[in-house]
């Protein structure tokens, strides 16, 4: 069985993805592909640059997250432009690694973490789909407290991702985080008991 697992930007995904993979799932990170496909001499980071302009790139040659974020993050046609670029190359590299496992280990539960499973619709390459949420303003107050940015900056980063409310409505299984880590970890033994796990 595979699964997709999505949350809102600071809602813990890195904390549940870590609670299954402990409990045995295989876990395939796309914000670690989408880190191995801007790798230098990676196509995808050749057409970032040649779109965005050579700014982007560090004297060594690899990609500068930050500028690059203060480009798209203020700029939706600047953020589905860089979206365009990626999004294509990640979710190669995916279903590569979902289809090596599946048939490598088909008892395995593979969970793929996906920062923006329902904004890059990519539902279907799901059989359920795991919501990790937290509500807004505990959102907010993490991102915040997480990244170091201002009220106006983490608003910003949440108004470029669906609400957190919307993908709730949309998904299989809610695991609601804003408790502490036993209460999230019941939900997941609750989850795999009900499953047959």
Known sequence: ??????GGIATGKSTVANLLAERGAYIIDLDLIAREVVEPGQPALARVAERFGQAVLREDGTLDRKKLGSIVFADEAQRKALEAILHPAIRAVMKERMVARESSHPEQLVVVDVP????????????????VYVPREEQL?????????SRE????????QMSIEDKKALADIV??????LAHTAAQIDRWRRDRGD
């Open 1 to 6: 069985m595979n699964i997709g697992l999505t």
């Open 116 to 131: 923006l499973l329902f904004e890059s619709k990519l539902e279907p390459y799901f059989e359920q789909i795991m919501l």
């Open 141 to 149: 107050k993490r991102l915040m407290k997480r990244d170091g940015l």
């Open 153 to 160: 900056d983490a608003e910003r980063r949440l108004a470029a």
């Open 175 to 180: 695991i609601d985080n804003s408790s502490d």
